[in-house]
C-alpha cells in the first residue's frame, strides 16, 4: 500500500472535496481527511484526473478549514471485513459497527464495490419462498433468486410489511431459513429502533446483518451503504452457501442522495432532477441479487421503494419496475380501510412466479388458482364501479356475488394479522373457501380435476 498525502484541497461544496496536484490517484481509491482539528473524515475517490482528483467526503465538509486540511490516498478500495460473526451485528454504511461492539476481526476483507453477476454464470431463479404473506404467496409468489420490490407510500405500513417478512420467510423443502442482510437508508431514529426491537423480540436477531444510516447521518454514505450490505450478502450466499435475502429500504433515499451529490458534481439533470444514470446505477445494485451456477447459495432481494405523491410513474419506481422481476404495490385506499397488508392486487406482479409453484413447488392446483382469483376480482372491482354508478340495489344477482366477494376478499385473503404465518396450504385453501360462494360454471379457469378434489357445493 502506498500512502500520498496531500494539502491541497482548494474547494468543498455538497459532500464533496476538489484536491489538486495529485497525480497518478485512482478512481474508486480510499481517502482519510484530516481536519484542523485533527479529527478524521472517510471519503473516496469519484473522479480523478491528472491536476486534480474528486472525493466524497461521508461525514460531509461542514467546517472545513482548507488550509489545514490534510488529504491522505490510502491507495486501497473502501473494503469490508466478513466473517460469520457479521450475523446479529448492526453496522453503518462503511461496515463500522453501531452496536457498541468490537470490530469484525477477520483477515478476509472485501471490497464493496462489487459487480453485477456475470450472465454467463447465471442460473433461473426458482424454489418457492414462502412469506407466510397470503397476497404474495397466492398471487406473486417470489422465488430464490429474485428481485422483488415493495412499492409504498408516505406513511403506508412498508417497515412493518417488510419486518414480517423478514421474520417469516423461508424455503418449504428446506429446514433452514434464510440469512438476512437488512440495509435501511435515512431511517428514522424510530424506525431504526423498531427494526431491531422486531429482529429482537422474534429470535431472528442472530441471522439478521443490519446496516444502518438514520435521517441526521451523512447522505452520502447512503450511496455506499447498499454496496456494503450486498458485499456482506455475496460472502454469506456464495461463501458459506447460505440463502439470503436482502431487504433494502428505502431506495428513494438512496436515490435522493444520489441526485444531490450528481448535482453538487454538476453532472447534467435527466427527470425530475435526477441524473441521467439513475438506470444504470440502480441496476448495479439490483444486478448483485440471484443465484450462480454449482453454487448452493442464493440472493432474493426485495427492495423498498416509496413513490412520492404515491405516483408509480415517479423515475425510482418506474426504473426499478425495469429492472427487477415484479412489485408488490401497497394501496392508501385498503390501508384507509384498515386493511394489513394493503397489498392492491391489480397493479402487483411476480414475473418469475410461475417458475416456482405447481405440483412440485406449492400445489398442483396453485397456478390455476391464481388467474381464476385474479379473474373474479377484475369483475369484482369492475362491479364495484358499476354499484357507485347506478347502486347495489340495481346489480343482479350474479353482480351481487361479485360484491360480497370482494369485500370478502379484501377482508380476509388480502388481511391478515401481523404475526399471522400462513402456510401455502392454508392460502391455496382460503381462496377455495372464498372461490366456493360462485357456481362451478362460473369457474371457467379451474380443471374439473381441480373442482372436485377443492370445491365444496355447500358454500355456493
Given at each position: ?189 424510530a424506525d431504526a429502533k423498531f427494526f431491531r426491537d ?211 376478499f379484501d377482508q380476509r385473503f388480502v388481511g391478515q ?44
Amino acid at each position: 500500500m502506498s500512502i500520498k498525502e496531500y494539502r491541497t484541497a482548494v474547494e468543498a461544496r455538497g459532500g464533496l472535496l476538489v484536491v489538486r496536484h495529485t497525480p497518478n490517484i485512482a478512481f474508486g481509491d480510499r481517502v482519510h481527511i484530516e481536519d484542523h482539528a485533527g479529527h478524521i473524515r472517510n471519503g473516496q475517490v469519484i473522479r480523478a484526473a491528472d491536476d486534480e482528483v474528486l472525493i466524497l467526503v461521508f461525514e460531509g465538509t461542514d467546517d472545513l478549514d482548507l488550509e489545514n486540511t490534510w488529504v491522505r490516498f490510502l491507495d486501497e478500495p473502501i473494503e469490508i471485513a466478513l466473517s460469520p460473526e457479521i450475523l446479529g451485528r448492526e453496522f453503518d454504511g462503511l461496515g463500522v459497527p453501531r452496536d457498541g461492539r468490537p470490530p469484525v476481526l477477520s483477515s478476509l476483507r472485501r471490497p464493496v464495490g462489487g459487480s453485477a453477476i456475470n450472465p454467463a454464470a447465471r442460473t433461473y431463479p426458482r424454489e418457492f419462498i414462502q412469506t407466510g404473506i397470503a397476497t404474495i404467496d397466492g398471487l406473486n409468489s417470489l422465488v430464490r433468486g429474485q428481485k422483488l420490490p415493495i412499492f409504498s407510500g408516505s406513511g403506508l405500513p412498508h417497515n412493518r410489511l417488510a419486518a414480517q417478512i423478514v421474520r417469516q420467510a423461508k424455503l418449504v423443502d428446506e429446514s433452514s431459513s434464510f440469512s438476512i442482510v437488512f440495509a435501511a437508508m435515512g431511517v428514522s431514529y424510530a424506525d431504526a429502533k423498531f427494526f431491531r426491537d422486531e429482529f429482537a423480540n422474534s429470535g431472528v436477531l442472530r441471522n439478521v446483518v443490519m446496516f444502518v444510516n438514520l435521517a441526521d447521518d451523512p447522505p452520502v454514505e447512503r450511496l455506499t451503504l447498499p454496496r456494503t450490505a450486498l458485499t456482506a450478502a455475496e460472502y454469506l450466499a456464495y461463501d458459506l452457501d447460505r440463502h439470503v435475502l436482502v431487504v433494502l429500504t428505502d431506495m428513494t433515499n438512496y436515490a435522493e442522495a444520489l441526485r444531490e451529490v450528481a448535482t453538487a458534481k454538476g453532472d447534467v439533470p435527466a427527470r425530475k432532477g435526477y441524473p441521467g444514470y439513475l438506470y444504470s446505477d440502480l441496476a448495479e445494485l439490483y444486478e448483485r441479487c440471484g443465484r450462480i451456477h454449482e453454487r448452493h447459495g442464493s440472493i432474493t432481494m426485495m427492495p423498498v421503494v416509496s413513490m412520492p405523491s404515491d405516483d408509480i410513474t415517479h423515475p425510482i419506481p418506474d426504473l426499478t419496475g425495469y429492472i427487477t422481476e415484479g412489485q408488490i404495490v401497497l394501496s392508501r385506499e385498503l390501508h384507509n380501510q384498515g386493511v394489513y397488508p394493503p397489498v392492491n392486487i391489480s397493479p402487483s406482479l411476480s414475473r418469475l412466479m410461475k417458475d416456482g409453484i405447481g405440483k412440485d413447488d406449492t400445489r398442483e392446483d396453485h397456478p390455476r388458482v391464481a388467474a381464476q382469483l385474479y379473474a373474479l376480482y377484475a369483475r369484482a372491482q369492475e362491479t364495484r364501479n358499476l354499484a357507485s354508478i347506478i347502486g347495489a340495489d340495481e346489480l343482479s344477482e350474479r353482480d351481487r356475488r361479485y360484491l360480497t366477494f370482494a369485500d370478502a376478499f379484501d377482508q380476509r385473503f388480502v388481511g391478515q394479522g401481523e404475526t399471522e404465518d400462513r402456510s401455502i396450504e392454508a392460502t391455496l385453501n382460503l381462496a377455495w373457501e372464498l372461490m366456493s360462494h360462485f357456481p362451478r360454471d362460473m369457474l371457467t379457469r379451474l380443471k374439473e380435476t381441480d373442482l372436485a378434489k377443492y370445491y365444496r357445493e355447500s358454500e355456493a
